[in-house]
């Protein structure tokens, strides 16, 4: 039982160039979710999805587009990369419903943007 | 726009003492207010929760306390354990579509010496 898998791990990007990060969940959750972490800030949420073919944008949507392809897998791409890009980006999945939704954090993807 | 604001950045404790982290939040909308912990390369994992009907939530050595008037809540680590040096986040969120989509606080940064 794996939980929330991202992919890649780290990635170094230039000005301008796309890309996407991948995020799969194998419990079964309803609800997946993209946030960022950059410090002194804490987590920022960039969208969220309730369910396969519905995505929501969070707090800081712009520069960003995601795929909810399927219940399992939840995708989050970068047209055109700028520097402010630069974070470590965190998918999690939840289950819908429960008295304390408790998300479950993937490992995070560290994006730099030369 | 920093509707959860969290103290102190950083914290060194000795071991077997007391941790506190406070956070005020501005939303009178959140009803739900979950702990993060976070160690280094990894995704934050949910410490423990509270709703406001309740004044105080123990589970184990941590404690959350909670006072609605004034609009704060904080994370008690009693006897605290080296193990525990991470990072601690805060975060709130409300009722809708999901719970999940949370307003972290900046993040504490706890070192507990042996």
């Known amino acids: 039982n794996a939980g929330v898998t991202q992919t890649p791990k780290f990635q170094v990007l230039k000005t301008g160039q796309s890309m996407t990060l991948q995020c799969a969940q194998d419990m079964n959750h309803n609800s997946m979710y993209w946030y960022r972490q950059d410090p002194g800030m804490g987590l920022r949420l960039i969208y969220y999805s309730a369910s396969e073919g519905t995505t929501d944008k969070g707090e800081v949507p712009n520069g960003y587009n995601v795929s909810r392809l399927n219940k399992r897998e939840f995708s989050l791409r970068l047209e055109s990369a700028a520097p402010s890009q630069t974070s470590v980006y965190f998918c999690?999945?939840?289950?819908?419903?429960?008295?304390?939704?408790?998300?479950?954090f993937g490992s995070g993807t560290q994006l730099s943007v030369l | 726009q920093q509707q959860v604001k969290q103290s102190p950045q950083s914290l060194i404790v000795q071991k077997g003492g007391i941790s506190i982290i406070n956070c005020a939040y501005e939303?009178?909308?959140?009803?739900?207010f979950p702990w993060y912990q976070q160690f280094p390369g990894k995704g934050p994992a949910l410490l423990i929760a509270i709703r406001p009907d309740v004044s105080e939530k123990k589970e184990g050595r941590f404690t959350i306390s909670f006072n609605k008037s004034a609009k704060q809540f904080s994370l008690h680590i009693m006897d605290s354990q080296p193990g525990d040096s991470a990072t601690y986040f805060c975060a709130a969120s409300y009722g809708g579509t999901s719970y999940g989509k949370l307003t972290f606080g900046q993040g504490t940064i706890l070192t507990v010496h042996p």
């Open positions: 999690a999945s939840s289950v819908v419903g429960s008295t304390n939704e408790k998300l479950f």
């Open positions: 939303n009178t909308a959140f009803d739900y």
